[in-house]
Nanobody, 126 residues
Framework: QVHLVESGGGSVQAGDSLKLSCVVSGLTESTYSMGWFRQPPGKERERIGNTDNSGRANYADSVKGRFTISQEVNRNTLYLQMDSLKPEDTAMYYC????????????????????WGQGTQVTVSS
């Protein structure tokens, strides 16, 4: 069974960078997708971006050019590099896994993912 643990959150100033990690265990499928989501206070969970076993990554327009998703070759860690952070990036950040699934020309929603981490808080002050 897949298990995800996020880390790396914290409090930073606007313009700073932060790198989140998501340690993945139990993922045995050769085909899979992984994603990063966030949930600002009082708002719904929103997609940041997703990647898959090919290494392709797609991003939401709100973070394109500032955030980068990557994964280690041995698949056991997913990263989210966040640059030029803004106060509106303040949220709880989650990684998610969809074993056995990949998508083409489709921005997956939260319900498309089957496994979730516990989240890590990111707070950006102006």
């Amino acid at each position: 069974q897949v298990h995800l643990v996020e880390s790396g959150g914290g409090s930073v100033q606007a313009g700073d960078s932060l790198k989140l990690s998501c340690v993945v265990s139990g993922l045995t499928e050769s085909t899979y997708s992984m994603g990063w989501f966030r949930q600002p206070p009082g708002k719904e969970r929103e997609r940041i971006g997703n990647t898959d076993n090919s290494g392709r990554a797609n991003y939401a327009d709100s973070v394109k050019g500032r955030f980068t998703i990557s994964q280690e070759v041995n698949r056991n860690t997913l990263y989210l590099q966040m640059d030029s952070l803004k106060p509106e990036d303040t949220a709880m950040y989650y990684c998610a896994a969809a074993p056995g699934k990949i998508w083409w020309n489709y921005a997956p929603a939260a319900e498309d993912f089957d496994v979730w981490g516990q989240g890590t808080q990111v707070t950006v002050s102006s």
